[in-house]
């Protein structure tokens, strides 16, 4: 019997076949003159086609979302989905300390999670990249985020640390999309990112999407008029980053946290009594499909208009369009109110704590 490790090289070999067939056929779409590439770029494109699917289906049913009424068991049951959003995003915070400490760094853990909240707003702004950017500049300030003795974080560990984020909750997403949609054939969905965090895999991965980000931090600084110095100094004789091992314990945290994010969903369902409509296996599919893909599809900030446009795509044939239209925008109304008091608390919380810094260190 072949052992577990020939079984995953011979699987993966499998399916690097066909990957490395499409990108050979999608290759001369890179090197494409500009004037025949998308005006405006792909994430334009993607924005303003989600947006429109959404418009659409809003102008054909107007009437219809405008009769959905809530009751105050309803309202209730949205303020229940705000704090389980808030709830989601604390986790969030901290299954990124987690991530850094499985890169062999010490977090300070509540500052960490205090960071991560208080950088979350900054996801809304054009280009989708700077709560990324943000979390690099404090990684790279060394004692800021991570205990004594360390230095300043150089720049391709920084971003290493900060895309795992993302990466971890997107293969989570699958994972539990695959689980709530096994009897749908959707097993392999799942299968195949938890396979790519095999270090063997991942390591290439990363860090090519290192290089990405960190061109297009570049670009985006020089745009707004904006130093370099928004990154941490980076040593040219470095390396890429060596992953410590398969991420098992920030993958669990992550997994945790889409099932959080998935609860202020399913208050939201249940606020507009949609809970009979159809069981929850694939409404926790539905979600978790168009979740991923607002975290990880180029578009608008935060996910607007991809998520809704792929949830009515999933969902649309199964319950009744208005009111997952109700649903859909009740919960982009939740989780933005989460954001905001997330990082409202934390630059409170973080406002309070500067004066007792100096009377505890006088008193050390």
């Known amino acids: 019997m072949p052992a577990p490790q020939q079984l995953l090289s011979s699987l993966m070999a499998q399916i690097q076949r066909p990957l490395s067939l499409l990108k050979q056929w999608f290759k001369p779409l890179a090197a494409l003159p500009p004037w025949l590439r998308l005006p405006g770029g792909a994430r ?7 947006l429109g699917f959404l418009l ?35 986790i ?27 950088t979350n707003l900054l996801k809304y702004l054009p280009g989708g990249i700077w709560h ?40 989570a997403a699958l994972a539990i999309a695959a689980a709530a949609g096994w009897r749908a054939g959707w097993p392999l969905l799942g299968l195949l990112p938890l396979l790519l965090l095999v270090p063997r895999w991942f390591q290439p991965l990363l860090q090519r999407l290192e290089r990405s980000r960190e061109r297009q931090l570049t670009r985006a600084q020089a745009a707004r008029g904006l130093e370099s110095s928004a990154l941490p100094p980076q040593d040219p004789a470095a390396g890429g980053v060596l992953l410590p091992g398969y991420p098992l314990v920030p993958l669990l945290v992550l997994g945790l946290f889409v099932l959080l994010r998935f609860g202020g969903f399913a208050a939201c369902v249940l606020a507009f ?13 539905g979600f978790a499909l168009a979740w991923t893909a607002g975290l990880v599809v180029p578009g608008a900030p935060g996910g607007l208009g991809v998520f809704e446009a792929v949830l009515l795509v999933q969902l649309g044939g199964q319950v009744a369009e208005a009111p997952l239209l109700a649903v859909a925008l009740s919960y982009r109304l939740v989780v933005t109110a989460a954001d905001l008091l997330a990082a409202l608390t934390a630059r409170l919380d973080g406002s309070l704590e500067r004066p007792r810094r100096p009377a505890t260190s006088a008193d050390a």
């Open 92 to 118: 969030n915070g901290l299954g990124w300390a987690v991530g850094l400490r499985w890169f062999r760094l010490r977090p300070r853990w509540g500052l960490s999670v205090r960071a991560y909240l208080s």
């Open 56 to 90: 659409a289906a809003l102008k054909g049913n107007t009437e219809q979302v405008l009769a959905q009424r809530l009751d105050p068991q309803g309202w209730l049951w949205l303020v229940i989905g705000v704090g389980l959003s808030l709830f989601s995003l604390v």
């Open 44 to 50: 334009f494109w993607v924005t303003l086609l989600s």
């Open 273 to 285: 009594d949609q809970q009979l409509s159809l069981p929850w296996a694939p409404w926790l599919l």
């Open 132 to 171: 990324l950017a943000e979390r690099v500049r404090l990684l790279g300030q060394g004692d800021r985020l991570l205990r004594a003795p360390t230095s300043a974080v150089a720049t391709p560990l920084a971003l290493a640390a900060t895309l795992l984020d993302p990466l971890l909750a997107a293969s």
